[in-house]
T-cell receptor, first 116, second 113 residues
Framework: DTGVSQDPRHKITKRGQNVTFRCDPI?????LYWYRQTLGQGPEFLTY????????KSRLLSDRFSAERPKGSFSTLEIQRTEQGDSAMYLCASSAAAGYPREKLFFGSGTQLSVL | KQEVTQIPAALSVPEGENLVLNCSFT??????LQWFRQDPGKGLTSLLL?????REQTSGRLNASLDKSSGRSTLYIAASQPGDSATYLC????????????FGQGTRLTINP
């Protein structure tokens, strides 16, 4: 399967712990996006990368959140000092930037985070 | 601030019926509009993308329309099947050059055999 891969699928943690998620995009895609989705809501934009450069961050991404994409390949999203309000599905998507606005996003299956 | 609303929140219809899902957005300054499908506990699958200069897009039994001036889009599903059961999400792109999307809350569709 050459789709977008996210790891882990599920993460349960205690409040105050740090967690890190990984996203492996489709190999030829140079753009990578992170979204967050809470139950019953649509996804909300968090941040995106073009190659290794992080081009935009949402105000939702507090200083406890950090995302990286070293070498423009996989990406990690770290949450420090987790809070119960961080509980959500974290979705990664990738795309080929060429051809915007026809740019099509390919989403992974997400990482479901539960903070106890 | 762009807001996207989808009505109805849930819809249940018998198999074989044609149906329409609605999406409205508050700011007409969009670059494209997309419809996605999401199965329970899964990620999103892109169904149709309409550029801001276009009026509609079709893929198989799906047809999406866009009326930017009125801030509305519809997704038409013909001859519905049980496999169409899922949540359908509408999203608009609010930044030129990137898919920074604002999503609606979705319509949960159930097709009854």
């Amino acid at each position: 399967d050459t789709g977008v891969s996210q790891d882990p699928r599920h993460k349960i943690t205690k409040r105050g712990q740090n967690v890190t998620f990984r996203c492996d995009p489709i190999s030829e895609h140079n753009r990578l996006y992170w979204y967050r989705q809470t139950l019953g809501q649509g996804p909300e934009f968090l941040t995106y990368f073009q190659n290794e450069a992080q081009l935009e961050k949402s105000r939702l991404l507090s200083d406890r959140f950090s995302a990286e994409r070293p070498k423009g390949s996989f990406s990690t999203l770290e949450i420090q000092r987790t809070e119960q309000g961080d509980s959500a599905m974290y979705l990664c998507a990738s795309s080929a930037a060429a051809g915007y606005p026809r740019e099509k996003l390919f989403f992974g299956s997400g990482t479901q985070l539960s903070v106890l | 601030k762009q807001e996207v609303t989808q009505i109805p929140a849930a819809l249940s219809v018998p198999e074989g019926e044609n149906l329409v899902l609605n999406c409205s957005f508050t700011d007409s300054a969009i670059y494209n509009l997309q419809w996605f499908r999401q199965d329970p506990g899964k990620g999103l699958t892109s169904l149709l993308l309409i550029q801001s200069s276009q009026r509609e897009q079709t893929s198989g039994r799906l047809n999406a329309s866009l009326d930017k001036s009125s801030g509305r889009s519809t997704l038409y599903i013909a001859a519905s099947q049980p496999g169409d059961s899922a949540t359908y999400l509408c999203a608009v792109s609010v930044v030129q050059g990137a898919q920074k999307l604002v999503f609606g809350q979705g319509t949960r569709l159930t097709i009854n055999p």
